[in-house]
């Protein structure tokens, strides 16, 4: 859908898991085999369970991007409280990372990854755009961590196009007020 560079670390699955749903095109990639091979997913319960998560992700996605609560979609923190993390600490340095339980269990592997951009301070840079036929997740790499679009050269465009349009429709109805309404032609 755009041209931005995945999330780093773990968010990397998180965004997929997200933009496995075409808004645009109703495309959902959870209904074929090979879209559901990155996830480990079988057909049937597990999908269901995986769409229920993705789209607690986006309403989370969509609150990084300030565009308010999305009521529909369960508490992410619900879905994620059946995901319990372990605390692995290296032999070799003594650091210590959080890992899913189950490595298998998705909710588990998105736990892991929300945690660690937790301790990384990148999980609020994992956005959705606010464009609403779209909803795309993104990693916003900008440096005030404020975009607003998957991409600017599509989304972004087409918002200020919109913008552009209602503006001029503005200007326009103010225009038609003069001579020209009454059926006078204007001097030019």
């Known amino acids: 859908m755009n041209d931005r560079a995945p ?3 773990g968010l990397a699955l998180v965004q ?3 933009n496995t749903l075409n808004l645009e095109s109703g ?3 959870l209904d074929t085999s090979e879209g559901r091979a990155p996830f480990n997913l079988a057909p049937g319960p597990e999908v269901a369970a995986a769409r229920e998560l993705r789209e607690s992700l986006r309403a989370a996605c969509l609150a990084h991007a300030g565009h308010g609560p999305h009521t529909t979609a369960p508490a992410l923190s619900q879905l994620l409280a059946g995901a319990p993390l372990l605390v692995r600490v290296s032999e070799q340095d003594g650091s210590a990372s ?3 339980a189950e490595p298998e269990a998705l909710a588990s592997r998105v736990a892991a990854a929300i945690a660690e951009a937790l301790t990384s301070g990148t999980w609020s840079r994992l956005k959705a755009c606010e464009a609403p036929d779209c909803h795309w997740a993104y990693y916003d790499r900008s440096p005030a961590g404020r975009s ?3 991409d600017m050269g599509v989304c972004g465009a087409r918002a200020k196009m919109r913008a552009y349009r209602a503006r001029k429709g503005a ?3 103010a225009d038609t007020v003069g ?3 009454e059926g006078r032609p204007i001097a030019r």
């Open 7 to 9: 999330a780093p670390g």
């Open 16 to 18: 997929a898991l997200v």
């Open 27 to 29: 495309a959902d990639a």
């Open 98 to 100: 959080l890992v899913p």
């Open 148 to 150: 607003r679009w998957c």
């Open 171 to 173: 200007v326009g109805d």
């Open 179 to 181: 001579p020209q309404a």
